[in-house]
Each structure stands twice: as C-alpha cells, then as structure tokens.
C-alpha cells in the first residue's frame, strides 16, 4: 500500500508564507500526476494545484501568482509553497497521488489520500 503524510502547516498572519510538504512511503514502483486539495469548513473539498511527474502545472485561479507546486521525484515528495497568504486560504489541506505500487506480489494502480494539514491565516 501506499501512505501520504503531510507537514508544514499552521497558523500564520495575512501576508505570510508557508511551506507544505507530502511524503509519500510504501511499495510504491512510481508516482504519476499529484495534486494538493483543500476544504475549508463548511465548504466542499476543492482542487488547488497540480504537478505531473515531468513538471506540468496547473493552479485555481485564487492561487495563482501566490502559490508554486513542486515535487521531487527522488524523495517522493511534494510541495506547496504558498506566499501572500489571505484569511480565505485557511482549511486543511490534503495532498493526492496517483500511484503504481505493489499489493503483495501484484503490481498495480491506485488512488490515495493524506490525512491532512490545516492551514490558518488570521491575525
């Protein structure tokens, strides 16, 4: 199986900046596109930013010029660097892979999830 861990958030005053990581541990054989979510209290879960594994990005429109996603491949890891942070930027966020791993012997697909990082921003 396949495990996401994120780190990096917490509470900062508008205009901040903050670093989120996911590092992603398990039999993986390969990553494919990732993504980081967020939802806010009350709100849907809603898509912030995606990266291919060659480094193709896409953004929402809310975060764009603010936000910067970015992954390393040879650690497994990807980033969320967010700068000029606003109070509408506060939920959990979550990181996202798609990822070819083995279960058992069997080489196979799949979809997985982190549990998760809340990001404040308030003064």
């Known amino acids: 199986q396949v495990q996401l861990v994120e780190s990096g958030g917490g509470l900062v005053q508008p205009g901040g900046s903050l670093r989120l990581s996911c590092l992603a541990s398990?039999?993986?054989?390969?990553?494919?596109?990732m993504g980081w979510y967020r939802q806010a209290p009350g709100k849907e879960r809603e898509l912030v930013a995606t990266i291919t594994r060659g480094g193709s990005t896409t953004y929402r429109d809310s975060v764009k010029g603010r936000f910067t996603i970015s992954r390393d491949n040879a650690k497994n890891t990807m980033y969320l660097q967010m700068n000029s942070l606003k109070p509408e930027d506060t939920a959990v966020y979550y990181c996202?892979?798609?990822?070819?791993?083995?279960?058992?012997?069997?080489?196979?697909?799949?979809?997985?999830w982190g549990q998760g990082t809340q990001v404040t921003v308030s003064s």
């Open positions: 996202n892979g798609d990822f070819l791993y083995y279960s058992g012997t069997w080489r196979t697909s799949g979809n997985f």
């Open positions: 398990g039999s993986i054989v390969s990553i494919n596109a």
